[in-house]
């Protein structure tokens, strides 16, 4: 599967716990973006990332979210201290370049993680 | 601010007619469409997109309109079968503009009757 890839699909955490989404972007992408649906709303921008680099970060709630990708491995979106609030649906996706043409930009989106915060 | 808006939350269409979802932007920087279909439970998975030095763009059953005079977009299904039962998501960016987040719009749930 040359798919964007998450895991894990669900996770649970009590309040006050870490929450540390994973997600492998399709071969051959270097632009990974993370979104949060929360119930009956739309998918909600939270950061865009290159190899090591954080390009746009302005989703992002101020504290306990972060977000990473290193030059190995996948990109790694943190959430400490969850609370209640926290609970959403989040979606990795990727795309091929940052060349600015329109079509090389369309993001291909992974299943997402849905986390529940107890 | 609702950059984005799908105004009908649903929508209900018969088999082998035409579907059509609308979406409204206010944001006159942003300078590429997508849209894309959601089953539950599952990430959204694209569908078509149009650059807006376009007005058209077909693929198969879907067509995509832009009307950026009026910043409207929709689009088309025809004919609509069963299988196309989902939640459907327009989506925008400011490419020219070096941004790349989609900003996208609340949603219509289509459901195509047999």
């Known amino acids: 599967n040359a798919g964007v890839m998450q895991n894990p699909r669900h996770l649970v955490r009590r309040r006050g716990q870490e929450a540390r989404l994973r997600c492998s972007p399709m071969?051959?992408?270097?632009?990974v973006y993370w979104y949060r649906q929360l119930p009956e709303e739309g998918l909600k921008f939270m950061v865009y990332l290159q190899k090591e680099n954080i390009i746009d970060e302005s989703g992002m709630p101020k504290e306990r979210f972060s977000a990473e990708f290193p030059k190995e491995g996948p990109s790694i979106l943190r959430i400490q201290q969850v609370v209640r609030g926290d609970s959403a649906a989040y979606f990795c996706?990727?795309?091929?370049?940052?060349?600015?043409?329109?079509?090389?930009?369309?993001?291909?989106f992974g299943p997402g993680t849905r986390l529940l915060v107890l | 601010d609702q950059q984005v808006k799908q105004n009908s939350p649903s929508l209900s269409v018969q088999e082998g007619r035409i579907s059509i979802l609308n979406c409204d932007y206010t944001n006159s920087m942003f300078d590429y469409f997508l849209w894309y279909k959601k089953y539950p439970a599952e990430g959204p998975t694209f569908l078509i997109s149009i650059s807006s030095i376009k007005d058209k763009n077909e693929d198969g059953r879907f067509t995509v309109f832009l009307n950026k005079s009026a910043k409207h977009l929709s689009l088309h299904i025809v004919p609509s079968q069963p299988g196309d039962s989902a939640v459907y998501f327009c989506a925008a960016s400011a490419v020219a503009s070096g941004t790349y987040k989609y900003i996208f719009g609340t949603g219509t749930r289509l459901k195509v009757l047999a």
């Open positions: 071969k051959g992408h270097s632009h």
């Open positions: 996706a990727s795309s091929l370049s940052g060349t600015g043409f329109p079509r090389e930009e369309t993001q291909y």
